[in-house]
């Protein structure tokens, strides 16, 4: 029912008709064909039979829908938005201030809606509403400077461990009740000079622990860790994924029964419009590639299964004419940065190689962790091509 539930030419009338298919009210209510006005009114009936509980719609899906405006918002206030995962695209921040006290998910807003852009300006106009301000500053939506500048509430006890506060916020508020002293005396971020420019204030003593020696057994099992995780992250091969090494991974898979990774391939720069267009058929991630712009308009015509975003947000492909030569020094500096992005993958693979070589030479080969040693090294080395099979 997934396709029925999510088709781009669902209508009420099929719902009404069909009543007895286990649609998928999930992917229903979020199914842009449906008029997002019409939804909610028939959100509220049931809301009327059912004492309240919205079944069988979906009010998470509905409020991260992107026809949700100010003005849907306003006629509907009585349904219960999920204001955490609101989706926002359309939504004022005009609106957002007006009905400030409602539990909105800030971390959705903050820089990724472009309706909903907050500015400084904006918020020293409207500096007395109820601003997560704590988010505000831990986001850098903020500068450091407006909190030194503007004494607004900020949860200090929260701030005496976090890695974004600074010398001269703490500076500004080091007399205000609230701080954890314990983890503000911890936190790398208070410079030292603090204890003596405010030797009043309650630090408490950081207490150092004595280094006990290490036996020669113990760093080598410490190095040993370090290789093997070393060698874990990089024990398969980098790769810069290819047309033909994705076409050729395909047929593997379908010969192996294996899954391929479509979502690992689909990040190549490699893969274009004219590509996808020959393999539109495999599952790919039409929404990830339509936001790096290598959907053109016919394709997405040719998939009326996918809910595209709003092109104004994220246009289609459109090809503009490119001569011969510009062709030709395109493929030359892709090729080029393909070849040095290859370098400095293979540079790290190597050096993930030295060390795990330096912990295997000083480990004795009488030493049951020897094989182990000995086993990843030359795992490394071979894909490096630096030692032969033989």
Same mark, same amino acid.
């Given at each position: 029912?997934?396709?029925?539930?999510?088709? =781009?030419?669902?209508?009420?009338?099929?719902?009404?008709?069909?009543?007895?298919?286990?649609? /998928?009210?999930?992917?229903?209510?979020?199914?842009?064909?449906?008029?997002?006005?019409?939804?909610?009114?028939?959100?509220? %009936? !049931?809301?009327? &039979?059912?004492?309240?509980?919205?079944?069988?719609? =979906?009010?998470?899906? @509905?409020?991260?829908?992107?026809?949700?405006?100010?003005?849907?918002?306003?006629?509907?206030?009585?349904?219960?938005?999920?204001?955490?995962?609101?989706?926002?695209?359309? +939504?004022?921040? /005009?609106?957002? @201030?007006? =009905?400030?006290? &409602?539990?909105?998910?800030?971390?959705? @807003?903050?820089?990724?809606?472009?309706?909903? &852009?907050?500015?400084?300006?904006?918020?020293?106009?409207?500096?007395?509403?109820?601003?997560? *301000?704590?988010?505000?500053?831990?986001?850098?939506?903020?500068?450091?400077?407006?909190?030194?500048?503007?004494?607004?509430?900020?949860?200090?006890?929260?701030?005496?461990?976090?890695?974004?506060?600074?010398?001269?916020?703490?500076?500004?508020?080091? #007399?205000?009740?609230?701080?954890? *002293?314990?983890?503000?005396?911890?936190?790398?971020?208070?410079?030292?000079?603090?204890?003596?420019?405010?030797? =009043?204030?309650? *630090?408490?003593?950081?207490? #150092?622990?004595?280094?006990?020696?290490?036996?020669?057994?113990?760093?080598?099992?410490?190095?040993?860790?370090?290789?093997? !995780?070393?060698?874990?992250?990089?024990? #398969?091969?980098?790769?810069?994924? #290819?047309?033909?090494?994705?076409?050729?991974?395909?047929?593997?898979?379908?010969?192996?029964?294996? +899954?391929?990774?479509?979502?690992?391939?689909?990040?190549?720069?490699n893969i274009?419009?004219?590509?996808?267009?020959?393999?539109?058929?495999?599952?790919?991630?039409?929404?990830?590639?339509?936001?790096?712009?290598?959907?053109?308009? $016919?394709?997405?015509?040719?998939?009326?299964?996918?809910?595209?975003?709003?092109?104004?947000?994220?246009?289609?492909?459109?090809p503009r004419?490119?001569?011969?030569?510009?062709?030709?020094?395109?493929a030359t500096?892709?090729?080029?940065?393909?070849?040095?992005?290859?370098?400095?993958?293979? %540079?790290?693979?190597?050096?993930? !190689?030295?060390? @795990? $070589?330096?912990? *295997?030479?000083?480990?004795?080969?009488?030493?049951?962790?020897?094989?182990?040693?000995?086993?990843?090294?030359? &795992?490394?080395?071979?894909?490096?091509?630096?030692?032969?099979?033989?």
């Amino acid at each position: 029912m997934y396709v029925l539930s999510s088709h =781009n030419r669902l209508t009420f009338k099929d719902l009404d008709r069909n009543s007895h298919l286990a649609w /998928q009210w999930d992917h229903v209510s979020a199914n842009l064909a449906l008029p997002l006005v019409e939804v909610l009114i028939r959100v509220k %009936e !049931a809301m009327k &039979k059912n004492g309240g509980r919205t079944a069988p719609w =979906n009010m998470a899906s @509905i409020s991260e829908r992107k026809d949700i405006t100010d003005e849907i918002l306003e006629r509907f206030q009585d349904v219960p938005w999920n204001y955490g995962k609101l989706n926002v695209t359309r +939504v004022t921040i /005009q609106y957002i @201030i007006d =009905n400030i006290e &409602k539990p909105w998910g800030w971390g959705n @807003i903050i820089g990724t809606s472009p309706s909903c &852009k907050v500015t400084e300006e904006t918020i020293l106009a409207y500096i007395d509403a109820p601003w997560p *301000w704590d988010t505000l500053l831990m986001k850098g939506v903020l500068p450091v400077r407006f909190f030194v500048e503007n004494d607004v509430p900020l949860d200090l006890k929260l701030l005496s461990s976090a890695d974004w506060l600074r010398p001269n916020l703490l500076a500004k508020r080091i #007399t205000d009740p609230g701080w954890d *002293w314990e983890a503000l005396s911890k936190n790398p971020r208070v410079p030292k000079v603090f204890r003596k420019r405010y030797p =009043n204030a309650p *630090w408490s003593k950081v207490e #150092t622990v004595p280094r006990t020696p290490v036996s020669p057994d113990e760093r080598a099992m410490r190095d040993g860790e370090i290789a093997r !995780a070393i060698a874990e992250r990089y024990q #398969t091969p980098m790769r810069i994924w #290819t047309q033909t090494m994705i076409e050729a991974e395909i047929e593997d898979c379908r010969v192996n029964g294996r +899954v391929p990774n479509f979502q690992e391939m689909a990040k190549s720069k490699n893969i274009t419009p004219k590509f996808l267009q020959k393999h539109r058929s495999l599952p790919w991630d039409w929404l990830f590639l339509q936001r790096q712009g290598k959907i053109t308009k $016919e394709l997405a015509d040719s998939l009326p299964h996918v809910q595209w975003h709003d092109a104004r947000t994220y246009p289609f492909y459109a090809p503009r004419a490119v001569s011969d030569v510009e062709r030709e020094m395109q493929a030359t500096l892709r090729e080029r940065r393909a070849q040095e992005e290859m370098e400095k993958k293979i %540079e790290v693979h190597r050096t993930a !190689a030295r060390k @795990i $070589e330096g912990w *295997w030479q000083k480990v004795a080969i009488y030493d049951v962790r020897y094989p182990l040693a000995r086993k990843r090294f030359e &795992k490394l080395a071979r894909e490096l091509g630096e030692i032969s099979d033989d």
